[in-house]
């Protein structure tokens, strides 16, 4: 089956789908779901290229989030970098800042999340972030890089935010919680986002979508998240699956179309 839609983010190779990740792959391929796969340490950037490489319609993006900035060494830049060489690499990516958990001191995080914008910028691939209780500080920083293009990973700020990033040329993608029952600003900022830069992911194993919120997610599920889309864009899902597969492409340009 051709590709309908993208679940822009979700990490198939994480240890819950140690059991069945490719069962997993095909009922997404069987619906005509494909997959990028954000890795967030080295060893997942590793495995999210590892499993894009078997997998036809699955990429990956290399790079480490916030919560192990304090583990990034020089080398590490060097061998994503290397990496990078892989045609199934095509963005860089979990990579920001997250100041609720605080898993890696503030000042590590800001450090780790410019290098790997600058490599973006180098190797001119697009970023996926994670921004959590950040949002000034994401701001600030991708504007010491400029020219990086990218996407706001798991949308769940303000609609200031998502205003401040469109203005900057960013991408916004909503998972799971625009489905929860008392999301209604969430849902006002997906009214709000255009057509054109808006995309769509699971984030699995997390953020499943109502009805199925606390179970492992799966990216099938992203079809679930289109359909919230639709309902707030008064728009058929079938649209949904067209303009975010074309922003999809047009964001991860070396993503052969297909
Ligand atoms: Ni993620």
Same mark, same amino acid.
């Given at each position: 089956?051709? !590709? ?8 198939? =190779?994480? @240890? ?5 990740? $490719?069962? +997993? ?5 069987? =619906? ?6 954000? &890795?967030?340490?080295? /060893?997942?950037?590793? #495995? ?9 319609? %699955?990429?990956? #993006? ?27 690499? +095509? &963005?860089?990516?979990?990579? &920001? ?21 600058? !490599? /973006?910028?180098?190797?001119? #691939? ?13 701001? $600030?920083?991708?504007?010491?890089? @400029?020219? +990086?293009?990218? +996407? ?23 998972? &799971? ?5 008392? %999301?209604? %600003? ?11 830069? !808006? #995309? ?14 606390? =179970? ?9 998240? %289109?359909?919230?889309?639709? /309902? ?18 047009? !964001? ?7």
């Amino acid at each position: 089956m051709s !590709l309908t839609l993208f679940d822009s983010h979700c990490h198939i =190779q994480d @240890p819950d789908f140690d059991a069945d990740r $490719e069962a +997993v792959y095909q009922r997404a391929r069987a =619906q005509g779901v494909g997959l990028l796969v954000p &890795g967030y340490s080295m /060893a997942t950037s590793y #495995l999210a290229m590892e499993f894009a490489e078997l997998h036809d319609e %699955a990429y990956a #993006l290399i790079g480490v989030h916030p919560h192990d900035a304090k583990d990034v060494s020089e080398e590490d830049l060097t061998e994503l970098r290397r990496w990078s060489d892989s045609p199934k690499v +095509v &963005g860089i990516g979990e990579i &920001g800042l997250d100041y609720h958990y605080m898993n890696s001191p503030a000042l590590r995080q800001q450090e780790v999340f410019l290098r790997q914008l600058e !490599l /973006a910028r180098e190797l001119e #691939l697009p970023v996926s972030v994670h921004s959590r209780d950040a949002e000034p500080d994401t701001l $600030e920083l991708l504007d010491q890089v @400029p020219g +990086v293009q990218g +996407v706001l990973h798991c949308f769940t700020g303000s609609e200031e935010f998502a205003n401040q990033l469109l203005a900057r040329g960013f991408y916004v993608s909503f998972a &799971g919680p625009i489905s929860f029952k008392n %999301a209604h %600003a969430l849902r006002a900022v997906v009214s709000a986002v255009p057509k054109d830069r !808006l #995309l769509v992911e699971t984030d699995a194993p997390y953020l499943s979508p109502a009805p199925w919120r606390g =179970q492992r997610n799966e990216p099938l599920r992203v079809i679930r998240n %289109a359909e919230v889309v639709a /309902a707030q864009k008064n728009c058929t899902t079938k649209e949904v699956f067209s303009f975010t597969m074309s922003n999809t492409y047009n !964001l991860f340009s070396r993503m052969p179309r297909k």
